[in-house]
């Protein structure tokens, strides 16, 4: 990006960027939590819906392991949607690293078992998996630091100079 001669105006990172990445993390949530809960067997057989399934490849049906994972979502979703409302840093980071301590061994155990599913659905799952794991880094980093951009004056306003008086 070039810089445009004059002053200096100053660029942050705003609360926007945060909030975006911790809706698609709670639109996530939202969507495993409450299927796995309100419809275990459903979610077992047809998770993640469109004809795929990436669950029931993986052993038998267990009701209440597929609650207990529904249940986890729910309450990660809980957190998430307290950290949109509030953005504050120290809440926006926490969430990323709770959705990190859960995401990484996630995507880790899914990495190193097809559990039954074709190249296509397994790359797929992985993807999505990464991406959550992307998302909860970025809320990980702190917030970026000001930095000075130089802009030109706007029309009418011109630094005082000195008359050397």
């Given at each position: ?8 105006r ?13 809706v ?21 057989t047809g ?7 990436w ?6 049906f267990n ?8 249940a ?6 809980t ?10 840093p ?8 709770v ?9 880790a155990?899914?990495?190193g078992h ?10 797929l ?8 794991v992307?998302l ?13 951009l130089?802009?030109?004056q ?6 005082p100079?000195?008359?050397?008086a």
């Amino acid at each position: 990006m070039s810089q445009p001669p004059g002053g200096s105006r100053l660029l942050v990172v705003g609360v926007r960027g945060r909030r975006v990445v911790l809706v698609l993390l709670a639109v996530s949530a939202a969507q495993v939590g409450v299927w796995a809960v309100l419809a275990p067997r459903s979610f077992f057989t047809g998770f993640p819906g469109g004809g795929h399934r990436w669950v029931m490849g993986d052993g038998p049906f267990n009701g209440h392991l597929v609650r207990d994972v529904g249940a986890f979502y729910l309450a990660l979703l809980t957190l998430t949607l307290g950290a949109v409302r509030r953005p504050e840093p120290q809440l926006v980071r926490l969430t990323g690293v709770v959705w990190l301590v859960f995401g990484i061994p996630h995507l880790a155990y899914h990495a190193g078992h097809r559990a039954g599913l074709g190249r296509g659905d397994w790359l797929l799952e992985l993807v999505a998996l990464s991406a959550a794991v992307l998302l909860a880094a970025l809320l990980c980093l702190p917030a970026r630091a000001p930095v000075p951009l130089r802009m030109s004056q706007p029309p009418g306003r011109r630094r005082p100079t000195s008359t050397g008086a």
